[in-house]
């Protein structure tokens, strides 16, 4: 027997029932604030994320030669293809671009949960426009999507990498070096921070001072001890976000995002149900456009990892209710079932979700299968019944039996 893949999953009828529903919530949210749906190829250059990521990204990929000896590779992220499509197709149109975007990742990664080799990503990207309105709408419409999808218990961390940036290249850690620094920054790895910044000069007491830095978290109060530009940008951020309804956020200096192309405001949303691999949304604002060959161009945008954030709403232990057929037609004996698969017919081109028996069930298997795919209804038709042109339309909660005029058929399963 061939298994799949390691890092990779099945979905059945009733997983991607739950997912499309969620799915559907996230799309119809971005709509609402106006973004419009974009795609790009699963595949591309393998130099489009290297230019982006750096050469570290390489022991991630899945990258392959293909018959032209192109380097290829699967993406593990989707904002650097949108922006390289931005830059090949669309960097004379009207700005500001609001773009989002749905599709499968892949990252060679330890399995784990809720996380995998293949993973599913919604993200957005707001371009050409760089101020806090754009940086508020970003993070008020991803605050929306994780409401809208009914998540209880989730948190709004935000801050400013500017801040970070500014004191760490004070402190001598040249810039081509300031990612390596960030990246352990980011996840609070001090520990292996503190040796990485030794060798290139900070003083101890320096470096102590950055560390404590990442470690301002607190509500908006906290903004008084940020200093210069970046301070007066989160507060004329944090405003606009109030009177957008966004209120339950913190401030945490310590949100680093650790990646080259993030220039100001960085943000996280996550979900403590997850326990220590809690984050569900990331994002912030960047510039990324350059270094695919385009202008500088101010971006801000965001993915919410969409595996993780299904695996947060299961364990706060919500529920999804698949939903079955409107209506499963039978016939009772043989020779009604010429006309079983006209009445299905009728049914389905009214928009109504129908199926019908295609086993020649007795009553009582054909009656269980019904109950076991959820119709709502089942239509029996009988030769006695069609004497008149009707059917017997059975309730599967309630149980009742009625007879209905064939004609009559769609009006009462679309009530």
Known sequence: M??????????????????RHYEGLLRGTAKTFGFREVATPIFEEAELFIARSGPNVLK?????????????????????????????????????????????????????????REFFQFGAELIGNPNASSDAEVIAMAASMIKALGLREY????????????????????????????????????????????????EDDVMEKIFELTETVGDVSVLENVPGEAGDYLRQL???????????IEIDLGVVRGLDYYTGMVFEIEAPSLGAEKQICGGGSYTLSQIFGGSEVFSTGYAIGFDRVLLAIEKEGQTFECKGV???????????????????????????????????????????????????????????????????????????????PVVDLVSKISC
């Open 60 to 116: 991630e990929l899945y990258a392959f030669k293909d018959k032209g000896d192109r380097e290829i590779a699967l993406r593990p992220e989707m904002t650097a293809a949108v922006i390289r499509m931005f830059v090949n197709e669309m960097s004379n149109d009207p700005k500001p671009l609001k773009l989002f975007y749905f599709g499968q990742c892949f990252r060679y990664e330890r399995p784990q949960s809720g996380r995998y």
């Open 238 to 248: 944090v405003e606009l976000l109030n009177v957008m309804g966004v209120r339950d």
């Open 2 to 19: 061939i298994e799949r893949p390691r890092g990779t999953r099945d979905f059945l009828p009733d997983d991607m029932e739950r997912r």
């Open 155 to 202: 948190r709004i961390r935000i801050g400013h990498i500017g801040v970070l940036r500014q004191m760490i290249a004070d402190a001598g850690v040249p810039k081509e070096r300031a990612a390596e620094v960030l990246q352990k920054l980011d996840k609070k790895l001090y520990d292996e921070a503190r040796p990485l910044m030794k060798e290139m000069g900070v």
């Open 326 to 404: 409107d209506a499963y037609v039978l016939p009772v004996t043989e020779d009604m079932r010429v006309k079983c698969s006209e009445i299905a017919a009728m049914l389905r081109a009214a928009g109504i979700p129908t199926d019908l028996d295609l086993m020649g069930r007795k009553m009582q298997k054909a009656m269980k299968y019904a109950a076991g795919i959820g119709a709502r209804y089942a239509i029996i038709v009988g030769a006695k019944e069609m004497e008149s042109e009707s059917v017997t339309v059975k309730d599967m909660v309630s149980g009742e039996q009625q007879i209905v």
